[in-house]
C-alpha cells in the first residue's frame, strides 16, 4: 500500500536556525498537502502543491514537490518559537496518505 | 461557528465499555474521515465516507464501526475497548475524495482503563 515517510522525525533548533523536513512517498502522486499541528492541537492545513517541480512560498516557509511528484519538503528561513509543532506531508495516490511527521522543538 | 465539530474531547472508560464519538461538520463537504493518532503522533486512517457512502475502510478491528446517517455527520462507536485503543482520535473533512484541504476537528483523547 502507499506510503509516506518523513525525515527527520524530530528536529530541535534554536529561534534562528533554518529547518528542512523531506517527506517521500512509495508511490507516484496526485497532490501532496502539509499541515502543521501545535502541541496538544488538531492537523491545520498549510498548503497543497500539484504540479511537477512546484515550489510555492508563505512567508518564511517554502514548499516544493518533486520533479517525479514522490517527494516533497518544507523549508522554514530562520524559525521562531510559533513554529514549534508537529509538520506532516500528506500525499493523494488513490487516497489521502499522512507522513510520518516531522516535530520540531524551537528553543531561544 | 466550529466548522468540524466532535464531541467528547476527552473519554475516560474501562475495558470492555462501549462508547461512542460524535462529529459533525457545517461546511458542506462530501467526504469525511476518522483518523487515530497514536502516542507516537503518526496519522493512520481509519475509514473515509463520501455522501454517506463508505469508501476506506482501512485494516481496523470490527469492534470499530463508523455510521453516518447524512453527509455532515460521521460518527464512530467502538465495542469492547481495548487498552491498545488508547488515542486521539480526529474527524475530518474535504471537498472532495483526498483533494483539497482536509479539515480536521479538535480530536476525542480516549484513554481506556
Known amino acids: 500500500g502507499q506510503q509516506v515517510m518523513q525525515i527527520p522525525q524530530y528536529q530541535h533548533v534554536q529561534e534562528g536556525e533554518d529547518f528542512t523536513t523531506y517527506c517521500n512517498s512509495s508511490?507516484?502522486?496526485?497532490?501532496i498537502q502539509w499541515y502543521k499541528q501545535r502541541p496538544g492541537g488538531h492537523p491545520v492545513f498549510l498548503i497543497q502543491l500539484v504540479k511537477s517541480g512546484e515550489v510555492k512560498k508563505q512567508k518564511r516557509l517554502t514548499f516544493q514537490f518533486g520533479e517525479a511528484k514522490k517527494n516533497s519538503s518544507l523549508h522554514i528561513t530562520a524559525t521562531q518559537t510559533t513554529d514549534v509543532g508537529t509538520y506532516f506531508c500528506?500525499?493523494?495516490?488513490?487516497?489521502?496518505?499522512f507522513g510520518t511527521g516531522t516535530r520540531l522543538q524551537v528553543t531561544l | 461557528d466550529t466548522a468540524v465539530s466532535q464531541t467528547p474531547k476527552y473519554l475516560v472508560t474501562q475495558m470492555g465499555n462501549d462508547k461512542s464519538i460524535k462529529c459533525e461538520q457545517n461546511l458542506g463537504h462530501d467526504t469525511m474521515y476518522w483518523y487515530k493518532q497514536d502516542s507516537k503522533k503518526f496519522l493512520k486512517i481509519m475509514f473515509s465516507y463520501n455522501n454517506k457512502e463508505l469508501i476506506i475502510n482501512e485494516t481496523v478491528p470490527n469492534r470499530f464501526s463508523p455510521k453516518s446517517p447524512d453527509k455532515a455527520h460521521l460518527n464512530l462507536h467502538i465495542n469492547s475497548l481495548e487498552l491498545g485503543d488508547s488515542a486521539v482520535y480526529f474527524c475530518a473533512s474535504s471537498q472532495a475524495k483526498g483533494l483539497g484541504e482536509a479539515f480536521f476537528g479538535q480530536g476525542t483523547r480516549l484513554t481506556v482503563v
Open positions: 500528506a500525499g493523494t495516490a488513490s487516497k489521502l496518505t
Open positions: 508511490t507516484t502522486l496526485s497532490n
